[in-house]
């Protein structure tokens, strides 16, 4: 009974000290609102937290295409603004109504806190859309117009974003696992003299 109890003990500290898991971050939903002109001149960017350190593995906007490219980018935090561009990739599009875009297998890596990612096409003479009205919507949104600047919008946007992350999962604190240590030494103790009586 006590080699059974000890061993289902460690075999809960090592499940609970291990992995980390794949898990969506962020999913606002899909837009089903009016469209926000989305072009070279106009684009956005949305605010969310990271609650653990994270690999961010894909981002999706939700947006109509044009033939050109969109750069996606993680920002950091300034202000409640977008501030310096952390990561940056380019997604290659072409002509399309409304649909979830984005970019996979990217690997990179953030701590936990606040962060912005940006949705930056290069369309010029065909703008598109980003849908609003996202039944979930991020924290924060940001637009970026012509004054090169980013600056709050007049209200919450409601933009489509996804992000698939993989969460390290908290490490255990070395007090805790002294203490989880000590109480397993007690049981085989206690085992040890049960079985010499």
Do not use: C
Request: glycine share 12%.
């Amino acid at each position: 009974m006590i080699k059974r109890t000890l061993v289902a003990a460690a075999l809960a500290l090592a499940l609970a000290s291990g992995g980390a898991q794949a898990a969506n971050v962020v999913d606002t939903g899909t837009p089903s609102g009016p469209g926000y002109s989305f072009d070279k001149t106009q684009y956005f960017a949305g605010g969310f937290s990271l609650l653990g350190d994270s690999i961010i593995n894909s981002i999706q906007g939700y947006f109509g295409t044009a033939a050109g490219h969109v750069g996606i980018s993680f920002l950091s935090d300034v202000a409640d603004l977008p501030g310096a561009v952390l990561f940056s990739t380019d997604l290659t599009t072409t002509v399309g109504g409304a649909a979830w875009n984005g970019v996979s297998n990217l690997g990179w890596s953030l701590a936990a806190g606040s962060y912005w990612v940006a949705f930056t096409p290069d369309y010029a003479s065909l703008y598109t859309e980003m849908p609003s009205g996202a039944a979930f919507p991020l924290i924060a949104y940001a637009q970026h117009r012509d004054s090169g600047n980013w600056q709050e919008p007049l209200s919450n946007l409601g933009l489509g974003v996804r992000i698939d992350a993989t969460v390290a999962a908290p490490v255990p604190e070395p007090t805790g696992i002294a203490m989880y240590a000590l109480g397993l030494a007690g049981l085989a103790v206690v085992a040890r003299r049960r079985k010499q009586a």
